[in-house]
């Protein structure tokens, strides 16, 4: 009776989340994010031009035009919500595939929703229109048909996800590799299937390919390297600490500090490999947080699975006090910061406790930073629609 309660008590948090996530949604506008503008370019100009191009480094075919066509055609707020439902559709279908059948997957869906929802970097960066959520969703529906056996499926979903993000296609490999459920997918079976995901998930970047003359110079990426490789390790550490947000960083490796954890947690390959996977993709460019996201969502899995929901219950409540209130150990100088749409360079940190204002306050706060994209254009009849979230047609 305590369990249902409590579960009832979850659901119920997860339906406010979830509500709280649709009004962010209609009043976000179309966010912060610099990427944004771009990708919506990217469908325009093949819309009015046919031309081919890429809304930064290595290209995303299937987020640029989803989130293109729905901010073209019915504005931000049809960009954000359709954002953010992925987002809680690849929870769910994450949840229900690495729930092995010994696992009791009916009991813990709630507070593991609740669990990853509470954290802002899952909340608040898959509440505008970027593509974290739209390779997200299709990786974890094609886990799921993996696992029903639904290998038809499966590869659909597989391949939309490498076209939404190339770097899944990583992901993909090992989920294969190290998923044991199937016994009769034997090794020949897993190399076919793996081969035909990466190939015709690929397809979706051919035309870049065409444009580039048949040269990888696409298949890129700027990396902080200006401190060197030790800036670098730095930059990664203390944005992997912001990422489990410093309070709850801190009673996780005190919770991680047991031998039985540590053992369930090396015996758990296919979870181990993606984590590792993706944090050593982060150290590679340890830019945005959400880069980490697959990562973050199958460690929060890991933690539902091992510790008590008392210990789970004190990671959260440390989550949403983020929301309110956050504090670093940091506090770092930057070169050329005048405002919000300055473009920074930090060269130097020294340890000091900040307090900071909270993820709610930084939400809207950041919704200005839309303008400073868009440079010229700004007072133009579409600058105008951009500002106000509106249809872009």
């Excluded at 439902?85 to 690849?90: E, G």
């Excluded at 990664?236 to 369930?264: A, D």
């Excluded at 006090?321 to 956050?326: E, H």
Aim: proline share 3%; charged share 15%; aromatic share 22%.
């Amino acid at each position: 009776m305590i369990k249902i309660h409590q579960n009832k008590i979850f659901y119920f948090v997860t339906f406010l989340l979830v509500l709280f996530g649709v009004y962010l949604s209609y009043i976000g506008g179309y966010g912060s994010d610099e990427d944004t503008l771009p990708m919506i370019g990217t469908f325009e100009a093949i819309l009015n031009s046919g031309a081919i191009m890429t809304s930064r480094f290595t290209g995303y075919p299937v987020a640029e035009f989803g989130i293109g066509f729905l901010s073209h055609y019915f504005g931000s707020f049809y960009a954000n919500i359709v954002t953010f439902l992925l987002l809680i559709i690849s929870l769910i279908f994450i949840y229900l595939t690495f729930s092995l059948n010994k696992f009791n997957s009916k009991n813990l869906l709630p507070i593991f929703l609740v669990l990853c929802l509470s954290n802002p970097i899952i909340f608040f960066e898959n509440l505008e229109p970027i593509d974290y959520s739209w390779s997200l969703a299709p990786f974890a529906l094609g886990c799921f048909f993996y696992k029903k056996k639904q290998y038809e499926l499966s590869l659909l979903f597989f391949c939309i996800s490498i076209g939404a993000r190339l770097n899944f296609a990583l992901f993909i490999i090992f989920f294969v590799i190290f998923f044991k459920e199937n016994e009769n997918f034997n090794f020949k079976k897993k190399a076919i299937f793996l081969f035909c995901c990466i190939f015709f998930g690929c397809l979706f970047y051919l035309p870049t390919w065409y444009t580039f003359k048949f040269t990888f110079d696409w298949v890129s990426a700027a990396r902080p390297l200006e401190q060197g490789y030790y800036g670098l390790f730095a930059r990664f550490s203390y944005k992997i600490i912001h990422l489990f947000t410093i309070l709850s960083f801190i009673l996780i490796l005190i919770y991680m500090f047991n031998k039985k954890i540590l053992i369930r947690l090396l015996n758990d390959k296919l979870i181990l490999s993606l984590f590792v996977s993706n944090l050593l993709l982060f150290l590679w460019i340890p830019a945005e947080l959400s880069y980490v996201l697959l990562g973050l969502i199958l460690f929060y899995f890991f933690l539902i699975k091992n510790l008590s929901t008392k210990k789970i219950l004190f990671i959260i409540l440390l989550n949403f006090s983020t929301w309110l209130v956050q504090f670093d150990f940091l506090e770092v100088k930057y070169r050329d910061y005048v405002d919000h749409c300055s473009s920074s360079f930090a060269v130097s940190a020294e340890f000091k406790l900040i307090k900071k204002d909270g993820w709610i306050d930084y939400y809207y706060d950041s919704r200005k930073r839309i303008s400073c994209w868009l440079g010229d254009d700004i007072n133009s009849p579409r600058g105008q629609k951009i500002l106000n979230g509106e249809a872009l047609k």
